[in-house]
């Protein structure tokens, strides 16, 4: 786990990001989502990785299904929205009534498995307005029933 752990996290000083999470939080990323009592150095990590064969460290065999293949689902979502605060990589949706909301969104992959009780996060992908262009993906609004 503490190998991959490094791979996971995408940090350029593993132990150090780890250790500034312990010191802030009083929990690292290791202890929470890895279970690990103590963090690994670097260099102790880069001894377990050293001389391991590549095909003895492929983390997907268990979600391999159907001719080696994998499963990812995918799935949008926002992770901000705001009526007053916005930055330049906002989207922004205008209501008919004239307000406009600021947000961010992402599209999230998840490496999954039929009878496998885990599933592998990826990196999520932050979408932007594109320069140049006129209309977002999401500037419509969406309709709402009458009530009456």
């Known amino acids: 786990m503490a190998a991959f752990s490094v791979f996971f996290m995408q940090s350029p000083s593993f132990l150090a990001h780890q250790e500034m999470l312990a010191a802030g939080r009083g929990r ?3 202890q ?3 279970g690990m009592e103590k963090i690994p150095s670097d260099n102790h990590i880069r001894q377990m990785l050293d001389g391991t064969a590549p095909e ?5 065999a268990a979600f391999r299904r159907l001719d080696g293949r994998v499963l990812v689902a995918l799935d949008g ?18 209501h ?6 600021f947000f961010h969104s ?3 992959a998840t490496l999954v498995a039929p009878g496998h009780a ?3 996060p990826l990196p999520p992908e932050f979408t932007t307005p ?13 309709p709402r029933p009458s009530v009456g």
């Open 28 to 30: 690292s990323n290791c």
């Open 32 to 34: 929470t989502l890895f």
């Open 56 to 60: 003895a460290a492929d983390g997907l």
């Open 77 to 94: 979502t926002e992770h901000f929205r705001s009526s007053k605060i916005h930055c330049p990589c906002c989207s922004r949706q205008q």
């Open 96 to 101: 008919s009534d004239g307000k406009v909301d």
């Open 106 to 108: 992402f599209l999230g």
């Open 118 to 120: 885990r599933v592998l």
């Open 130 to 142: 594109q320069d140049g262009a006129e209309k977002q993906d999401r500037t419509a609004s969406v």
